[in-house]
Structure formats: C-alpha cells, structure tokens
C-alpha cells in the first residue's frame, strides 16, 4: 500500500454528537480498539471492524509506504518512508532497543 497523504485524526468516531454520520476520505487515520485504520476510500457510518470490503485497511498488517515531507507519526516495523522534501529513503526497523527509521 502507498500512501501520499494522510490524515491522523485520533480515535473512531461513527457520529457526530448530533447523530450525523461521519464521512472519512481516502488517508483519514484513527484508532480504533487499540488499532491503527486508513480509509482506503470514502467511508461512512462504517466501523473500521468491517475492513477493507467497507473501506477501512488495517495498518498494523501491511507495509506502508509514506511518502511525506514529516516522519510518520503511526508507523510500524517493515514500513517504508521516502522523505520528499530531502529525497531520502528509509525503512523502520527493530534495533535492541526500540523502532528506528535507518536510511537506505
């Protein structure tokens, strides 16, 4: 999967408070039971449960391709992330202690 833009919003909400559907578009982020979604088209009323037939992707279980000028903010070991503004190519990975982008 790449991804060129997205959207970090937070936690899953299915409504707003007056009880309207809320509509995702396509690289709107959230969390939902402790796991990380991207809308992979437009999304409303769905939760992200549902997957991919709704239009919600589990980031967790794929390898994502960021194409930002900023590090990616929920990322995930084995992800992938070209920096556009520098040009530079890097892969997460688990070193002994933690997760760490390293330059390829």
């Known amino acids: 999967m790449k ?24 690289g709107d982020v959230v969390m939902h039971e402790g796991k990380t979604y991207i809308a992979s088209k437009t999304v409303r009323g769905f939760s992200p449960r549902l997957g991919e037939k709704v239009g919600w992707t589990l980031l967790s279980d794929r390898q994502v391709l960021y194409e930002t000028e900023n590090e990616p903010f929920h990322s995930s070991v084995g992800d992938e992330w070209l920096n556009t503004s520098t040009g530079i190519y890097y892969k997460k990975i688990r070193n002994e202690r933690n997760n760490v982008w390293v330059e390829l």
Do not use: A, V
């Open 3 to 26: 991804i060129t833009y997205f959207n970090f919003l937070g936690e899953f909400k299915n409504r707003t408070e007056n009880g309207i559907p809320i509509t995702y578009q396509i």
